[in-house]
């Protein structure tokens, strides 16, 4: 069994992640080394780390969905997302 792999959400699981790591960094510093026309873009990057973990947790669900198809029962529907 090959498995499947969906670059492109690999790319925006990426982003993701990036943007919630933004968002937890102590930027400060940055805030002064950079000029003032890049402190807007900086505050919307980093901004969005409640964005980013609603991608990533949908982006998830929708690999594993389509890693486990629908089950004929709810014991295989208990039994698989237990496992």
Known sequence: ???LRLTTLDGLKGIAILSVMLTH????????????YYHRLLAMLT???GVGVTIFFIITGFLMYLR?????????????RYV
């Open 1 to 3: 069994m090959s498995k």
């Open 25 to 36: 960094m102590p930027l400060s510093k940055l805030y002064e080394l950079v000029p003032a």
């Open 47 to 49: 901004g969005g780390g």
């Open 68 to 80: 486990h198809p629908t089950p004929l029962s709810i014991y295989g529907f208990i039994s698989k």
